[in-house]
């Protein structure tokens, strides 16, 4: 545990300290005149009078600690490695709590729930998904270098990342025996239906589009027929209905405010190279062609994401039309990607050694001391204009 | 007019009676006891008559059964003449800051009304004498209230200034002041000028009672901080620290009253001290009253 200013320079205003040694000092040169008859017995053995004398020595201390403590304030104190040095045990939502306490043998270990904000075991078991390892990583960062980790995890666990968490301690991973809940399968949903408003000369792109969106629907088994593409096609002034998820807009120009609406409430828009759009939100590439060269970019806007062609929907211009990857590729371009796997037996999650360390933040001791200053504050007013107090400052 | 006296102190003043130890009695009918012989209450003697001896003077019911004058004669009870000595020089105008309106002066006023009130009620004659330095101011003994209203309307213009006056100026003390008159002083006792004078009639068969007046502050000292003392009859400043100058100022200036006490007792002066935040009536009751009244508040 140590003290550190983060700006000492504050300590000037220690200076002040003057001001109240002043005020007590000046009081004392000033002489009330007084009448005094029996003066020659006074007079017997004059007393130096440079002396330094204070007034009302404990109201000056009380200044002084109040300006001290001020200037403390200023210079921003903080104190290091106050963090408690017990061993903590982190329970896995899943592990019963009765098992936990029983494999547990320190004394002062502080067990407390792998979830959103640390609750102790005491706690109610926290219900919902917990991102295990990204919670790991963050207690990592957050307990001090030296406190010894313990980690309780029942034998499956759910909500991990793809690769094994990297801490800056070792952990100690204990399986016990316990279950998590299962989430539900999510099952492929059907294609929504891709709406498409084009201006009139645009109309050749049509034909893409809807082969694409024709390839997208399922095939049915007993017959070769294509099947028939889930797709409305209008001109701009064409409302959108209000199931629609995915839009292609066709047409040069600025983008109506109605569409750029739909966009922030959740749609996915497809817009022609010619539209005028402006976003604040970056652009990512999101299709290449062989070269490199960009076909398609994505923002977000809003709730939704605006995907912006780079060139005209013509072969010539964009040969990938033609090509048989074309579908997929579009598709991908509208889909969100489909959940990673979370799921995975303990023992094989134990985190590795390699972690970065970081340095703990300091507790900021501020706020105990405006406190600390409004109380010696109020008993400063306090001894300084209770009733039975000389005419002195 | 304001009365100089409380009315808490007229009442207790009836308690009390001015005596002096040196009172022989030559003029008139009074309180005092004396060795010569006339009318009075007292009985003293029978003797024979004499011509020129007062008719009314006879023992009449002895003459029914003697057949014989007689002349009843009383020990003669003598009035007294009291002289309030007033010390008015610039000491005594001190006052403690603790009760301003309340000068070493206003308490020697009120004393010697006092005096004036008692000496009255018992028919002695009184007189004022006034000291300082700039002439005596003199209320010659008389008796009467009309004598206490001259002797009032002087006290109540009383200014204190200056110093005490040098001895040439004291002359009509001793021109007026005769022999076995009551002398009271009412003075801070500071000045050997004082001291000189009330020993001086003390050896010139003069009663004189002293009444020291001190200030509250005086005794005590409550000085806390920085000071300017100042002696309002020389002018000279001394600044100092209350606290640090306690000490030593209690314990000289302690010293300094008991030499004084010691050398009022030594020259045969009766003296009674009065700090002004006592009763005002408590010095009177010390010099005149009986021992064990003395001292209640």
């Known amino acids: 545990m140590d003290l550190t200013l983060l700006a000492p320079a504050a300590l000037a205003a220690l200076a002040a300290l003057l001001v109240p040694l002043l005020i007590h000092l000046a009081r004392r040169?000033?002489?009330?005149?007084?009448?005094?008859?029996?003066?020659?017995?006074?007079?017997?053995?004059?007393?130096?009078?440079?002396?330094?004398?204070?007034d009302e020595w404990p109201l000056l201390l009380l200044r002084l600690l109040l300006l001290t403590l001020l200037a403390l304030w200023l210079a921003r104190p903080m104190l290091d490695g106050s963090a408690s040095q017990a061993p903590w045990v982190a329970v896995v939502p899943g592990v019963d709590p009765a098992v936990a306490r029983e494999a547990i043998t320190e004394a002062d270990a502080r067990l407390h729930w792998l979830a959103t904000d640390s609750p102790e075991l005491d706690q109610p078991t926290p219900t919902g998904m917990q991102p295990i390892a990204s919670l790991l990583r963050q207690l990592d960062a957050e307990l001090p270098t030296d406190v010894p980790l313990t980690v309780l995890v029942p034998e499956v666990l759910q909500g991990?990342?793809?690769?094994?968490?990297?801490?800056?301690?070792?952990?100690?991973?204990?399986v016990l025996p316990g279950t998590v809940p299962v989430p539900e399968p999510t099952s492929p949903a059907a294609v929504p239906r891709l709406a498409?408003?084009?201006?009139?000369?645009?109309?050749?792109?049509?034909?893409?589009?809807?082969?694409?969106?024709?390839?997208?629907?399922?095939?049915?088994?007993?017959?070769?027929?294509?099947?028939?593409?889930?797709?409305?096609?209008?001109?701009?002034?064409?409302?959108?209905?209000?199931?629609?998820?995915?839009?292609?807009?066709?047409?040069?120009?600025?983008?109506?405010?109605?569409?750029?609406?739909?966009?922030?409430?959740?749609?996915?828009?497809?817009?022609?190279?010619?539209?005028?759009?402006?976003?604040?939100?970056?652009?990512?590439?999101?299709?290449?062609?062989?070269?490199?060269?960009p076909l398609v970019e994505g923002a977000a806007h809003g709730k939704g994401r605006v995907l912006r062609l780079t060139r005209a929907l013509t072969p010539a211009e964009m040969p990938q039309l033609m090509e048989p990857d074309f579908p997929r590729q579009l598709r991908a371009l509208f889909d969100t990607p489909p959940p990673a796997p979370t799921r995975v037996a303990a023992n094989h999650y134990s985190p590795t050694l390699g972690g970065e360390t970081y340095p703990q933040s300091p507790r900021d001791l501020r706020p105990w001391l405006a406190l600390l200053i409004v109380l010696t504050l109020l008993i400063e007013r306090w001894l300084a204009t209770r009733r039975r107090r000389g005419a002195a400052p | 007019?304001?009365?100089?006296?409380?009315?808490?102190?007229?009442?207790?003043?009836?308690?009390?009676?001015?005596?002096?130890?040196?009172?022989?009695?030559?003029?008139?009918?009074?309180?005092?006891?004396?060795?010569?012989?006339?009318?009075?209450?007292?009985?003293?003697?029978?003797?024979?008559?004499?011509?020129?001896?007062?008719?009314?003077?006879?023992?009449?019911?002895?003459?029914?059964?003697?057949?014989?004058?007689f002349v009843r004669e009383a020990e003669r009870e003598s009035p007294l003449a009291a002289w309030i000595l007033v010390d008015a020089s610039a000491s005594m105008a001190q006052q403690d800051a603790s009760r301003p309106d309340w000068s070493r002066l206003d308490a020697a006023k009120a004393l010697a009304a006092c005096i004036a009130e008692l000496a009255l009620r018992q028919g002695d004659r009184f007189g004022l004498v006034v000291l300082?330095?700039?002439?005596?101011?003199?209320?010659?003994?008389?008796?009467?209230a009309r004598q206490r209203d001259r002797m009032l309307l002087e006290l109540h213009a009383?200014?204190?200034?200056?110093?005490?006056?040098?001895?040439?100026?004291?002359?009509?003390?001793?021109?007026?002041?005769?022999?076995?008159?009551?002398?009271?002083?009412?003075?801070?006792?500071?000045?050997?000028?004082?001291?000189?004078?009330?020993?001086?009639?003390?050896?010139?068969?003069?009663?004189?009672?002293?009444?020291?007046?001190?200030?509250?502050?005086?005794?005590?000292?409550?000085?806390?901080?920085g000071y300017r003392f100042r002696d309002p009859e020389t002018g000279e400043e001394l600044p100092g620290d209350g606290d640090a100058l306690r000490t030593g100022f209690l314990r000289r200036f302690g010293e300094a009253r008991q030499a004084l006490h010691a050398q009022l007792d030594?020259?045969?002066?009766?003296?009674?001290?009065?700090v002004l935040d006592e009763p005002l009536d408590l010095p009177l009751r010390r010099l005149f009253g009986s021992r064990d009244a003395a001292e209640y508040t």
């Open chain 1, 196 to 293: 498409v408003r084009h201006a009139p000369e645009r109309k050749d792109a049509l034909r893409y589009l809807r082969a694409a969106a024709s390839a997208w629907q399922p095939a049915p088994k007993d017959s070769a027929e294509p099947v028939a593409p889930d797709l409305s096609t209008a001109t701009v002034d064409e409302p959108l209905d209000s199931d629609v998820r995915w839009l292609a807009w066709l047409a040069p120009g600025a983008l109506p405010a109605a569409i750029e609406d739909w966009i922030s409430g959740g749609g996915i828009a497809l817009l022609d190279s010619d539209t005028t759009f402006e976003s604040n939100a970056a652009r990512i590439v999101l299709w290449r062609d062989e070269l490199g060269q």
């Open chain 2, 132 to 144: 300082r330095e700039d002439g005596l101011r003199l209320v010659p003994a008389g008796d009467g």
């Open chain 1, 29 to 54: 040169s000033e002489q009330r005149p007084t009448d005094f008859a029996a003066l020659r017995w006074l007079r017997q053995k004059p007393k130096p009078r440079h002396r330094l004398r204070f």
């Open chain 2, 1 to 69: 007019m304001q009365d100089l006296i409380p009315a808490q102190v007229r009442s207790r003043l009836k308690e009390l009676r001015l005596v002096s130890r040196r009172a022989t009695g030559q003029q008139g009918v009074g309180l005092h006891h004396s060795r010569s012989r006339g009318a009075g209450l007292e009985f003293s003697q029978y003797r024979a008559y004499e011509p020129g001896d007062e008719l009314r003077q006879i023992d009449w019911k002895l003459y029914a059964r003697s057949d014989r004058f």
């Open chain 2, 158 to 225: 009383l200014e204190a200034a200056g110093g005490f006056p040098g001895v040439s100026k004291l002359t009509p003390v001793w021109d007026r002041i005769g022999a076995t008159d009551l002398v009271l002083m009412l003075s801070d006792c500071f000045d050997l000028g004082v001291i000189d004078l009330m020993q001086q009639l003390s050896a010139a068969r003069r009663e004189v009672l002293a009444i020291p007046m001190l200030t509250v502050e005086e005794r005590d000292f409550p000085f806390h901080g």
């Open chain 1, 160 to 174: 991990v990342d793809a690769q094994r968490p990297r801490l800056s301690r070792a952990v100690q991973w204990r």
């Open chain 2, 266 to 274: 030594a020259s045969g002066i009766r003296h009674a001290q009065y």
